[in-house]
C-alpha cells in the first residue's frame, strides 16, 4: 500500500514536469523497468532514489512523500 502511494506520486510530479518515463529513468540513475515498478506500487523506491527523483524534479522529498489522509 505505501509502495503505491510512493509511486502515484513519483509519476505524477514526473508527468507535470514534463519528463517521459525513459527520460526521467535515465536522469535518477535507474532502468525504465525499475521506475515502471516503483510508478505501479510493486516496489517501493529507496531513500536515495528519492532524494534523487527530488532532485531531479526540483521538488522536496516531503513534496514526494505520500500525504496522509486522516479518517
Do not use: C, Y
Not at 516496489?43 to 532532485?55: F, I, K, N, Y
Amino acid at each position: 500500500m505505501e509502495a503505491e502511494k510512493w509511486g502515484r506520486r513519483i509519476r505524477a510530479f514526473r508527468k507535470l514536469k514534463g519528463f517521459t518515463q525513459e527520460g526521467f529513468a535515465k536522469e535518477i540513475g535507474v532502468s525504465v523497468s525499475v521506475l515502471g515498478e516503483i510508478e505501479r506500487g510493486n516496489r517501493m523506491p529507496s531513500d536515495h532514489l528519492v532524494e534523487t527523483a527530488a532532485q531531479a524534479l526540483k521538488v522536496s522529498v516531503k513534496d514526494l512523500m505520500p500525504q496522509e489522509v486522516d479518517e
